[in-house]
C-alpha cells in the first residue's frame, strides 16, 4: 500500500513512495542511532541507546553537521553500509 509523504521544500505535488517494511525484531541488527543537530537531540539519542542497549540492541551514533540542510552524501554512505536499521533523533 502506497502512503502519501509530505516534503517541507515546497513541492508541489507530493512524491508517493512504498514504505520499507520494518524488521520483525532489531536483535542481531545494527541500528544507527541519526541526531540532526537539533537543541536537545543528543538526549533524545541517549535515551534510545539505553534503551536498546538494555535489550541488548548494538548501536553506532551519528550527527549531521546541520539540521538546516540533508545529511551530506558521505555520511549518508556511512550510516547505509554500516547499520540495518536508522532511528533518526527530532528534538527542540
Known sequence: MARVLLDPTSERRPAERALTPRPASLQGRTVGLLDISKSRGDVVVEELEALLHADGVRTLRYRKPTFARPAPVDLRHEIA??????????AD
Open 81 to 90: 553500509t554500516q547499520c540495518e536499521v536508522v532511528i533518526e533523533a527530532l
